[in-house]
């Protein structure tokens, strides 16, 4: 094993000591986390060990702030000029954000300065909405009733978010559950924290009242499970791990809390002879590697049609070897490092575990020491089989399945006998099947002929063991609200019980 280096960009770096925020003030916790750089092993963070008695004064904070506060009783147009600004105010620290999403997550800087664009933007998509949110009216009731359906803003959400897209899924939440007039307590993971943090000062500098948001830093079953459980908590919205995600559906069951939970993925790629080959071997690459692979969306399941199956994973072989895999602060890194050395070991053991049940490396397989932090080379399974685990378990590291089909019938089975429902890929030049197998294939997001691609406007979630509830799109701010009805008679009532 080589001597880990530090990189020339750490030279005048110290490591950076946050506080978390409750009710508007920065507060210490019980002693710190440090967070040790995934792709350059030295402490880049510590964050406050928060714990059940801080996420309790942070919930207290939040409920004082929706039941007596100025937030919820805020015009939309207010609230909107607020998140507005606060997006402005993400942009001009965009590199700053960039930057700590990188070091404490390994993701490479270029792919993190992309998130925080894709952020701003989702910010001043979710302002927009903030203006729009209204109800329904019926005026089709009769001479004697009008009815009015109103969006109410449903009161406290809990956030818990994962660490693999630290900025970008708080910012899938918070802005619209900002934007319907709610008050929040937001958790990140443990091992990314920054970034939040940082967008505590930003939404305080925007002009968002204290106890609108609070950011406790901590572990899961230290500041997270009180999140889940404690009766002034109205919703909880989640991003992680499937497991993860049904405790939280248990806990919440307990005071009957509404639940929005984007949890794990195991995306096919299902490809037809016709189809574009270039530009499908390039998606292929990009879906399997992108952020190493820890992606809920990562397409990390290709369905080959066996005509075509040799030549094109070996195209993606090829180009897969091109993929620079370093630094994450080098620009010119594709991929960076794995998230834990427990992360790794355990993507390594899915991957014996493959081979162990018949399936043959084609490429990679194994870590890669680039003598900075734990990084793995860009893997290819072929062979794989349907009932094999790394064909139906999340690896969340830089590991392609091979499969292969026949006919279009078999692609849409195997495409379909797994527990997730996250998102899929067709590749065919034909309309038809393209339509064919988009529809049939049980997921919450389709691409066709392309891969990954995403836009504020367009819902994402799951289908089945992927999640509950959608993210984005112009219904996002509404799963922030409860819907009241208004059942308004209009002149003499005739009585149950008056003589008519
Ligand atoms: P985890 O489920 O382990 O953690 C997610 C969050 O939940 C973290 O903040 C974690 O805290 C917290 N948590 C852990 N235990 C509890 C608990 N008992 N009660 C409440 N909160 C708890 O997921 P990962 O962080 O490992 O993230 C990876 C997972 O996220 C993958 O499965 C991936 O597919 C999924 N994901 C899904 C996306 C989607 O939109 N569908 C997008 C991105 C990721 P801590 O870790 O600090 O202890």
């Keep these: 094993m080589t001597a880990h280096v530090k990189p020339k960009a750490l030279d005048n770096f110290k490591a950076r000591d946050f506080r978390m925020m409750i009710d508007g003030v920065w507060t210490e916790g019980d002693g710190m986390i440090e967070r040790i750089a995934p792709g350059h092993s030295v402490v880049v963070s510590r964050y406050p060990a928060g714990n059940k008695a801080d996420a309790e004064r942070a919930i207290a904070a939040a409920r004082k702030a929706f039941d007596n506060g100025p937030w919820p009783r805020m015009t939309g147009a207010e609230r909107s000029n ?144 009180p999140m889940t459980t404690d009766p002034d908590v109205d919703m909880i919205s989640f991003t992680g791990s499937t497991g993860v995600g049904k405790l939280t559906m248990v806990n919440a069951a307990q005071t009957l809390k509404k639940v929005s939970l984007e949890l794990g993925g195991k995306n096919p790629q299902i490809v037809f002879p016709d189809a574009d080959l270039d530009a499908f071997v390039d998606a292929a690459v990009f879906g399997a590697y992108f952020n190493a692979g820890e992606c809920c969306n990562a397409g990390s399941r290709l369905i080959l049609h066996t005509s075509i199956a040799e030549e094109v994973t070996a195209r993606i072989a090829e180009l897969a070897k091109k993929v620079k895999v370093g630094d994450p602060l080098d620009p010119t890194t594709q991929v960076g490092a794995i998230i834990t050395p427990q992360h790794l070991e355990k993507i390594g053991d899915y991957v014996e575990g493959a081979v162990k049940a018949g399936a043959s490396v084609t490429l990679g397989g194994g870590a890669l020491d680039l003598g900075l932090g734990q990084f793995m080379v860009p893997t290819i399974l072929s062979g794989v089989e349907p009932d094999m685990a790394v064909a139906r378990e999340e690896v969340f590291g830089p590991v392609l399945s091979v499969l292969t089909f026949e006919t279009t019938k078999e692609a849409i089975r195997i495409a379909n006998a797994i527990d997730y429902g996250l998102s899929a890929g067709v590749w065919s030049r034909d309309f038809d099947t393209c339509l064919t197998v988009g529809r049939k294939v049980r997921a919450g997001t389709v691409w066709m002929n392309t891969f990954m691609d995403g836009a504020s406007e367009l819902p994402f979630g799951g289908y089945r063991q992927s999640g509950l509830g959608r993210e984005l799109g112009r219904h996002a701010v509404e799963d922030y609200t409860e819907t009241k009805t208004l059942n308004m008679h209009i002149g003499a009532r005739t009585g149950w019980w008056m003589p008519r």
């Design 82 to 225: 607020i998140l507005l600004k606060a997006a402005d105010l993400i942009a001009a620290r965009a590199d700053e954000l960039a930057f700590l999403d990188c070091i404490e997550s390994g993701k490479p800087i270029s792919q993190a300065k992309g998130e925080l664009g894709g952020a701003v933007d989702i910010w001043r998509y979710a302002a927009a909405l903030a203006r729009d949110l209204h109800g329904e009216s019926y005026n089709t009731l009769g001479d004697g009733t009008l009815g009015v359906v109103l969006r109410e803003a449903i009161g406290v959400v809990s956030i818990i978010t994962p660490w693999n897209f630290p900025f970008l899924i708080v910012s899938q939440k918070l802005p619209f559950a900002l934007a319907a007039g709610c008050t929040t307590v937001v958790k990140p993971s443990e091992m990314t924290s920054g970034s939040t943090l940082v967008l505590g000062e930003i939404l305080i500098e925007a002009g968002v009242p204290a106890g609108v948001v609070n950011i406790v830093t901590g572990t899961g079953p230290e500041v997270g499970a």
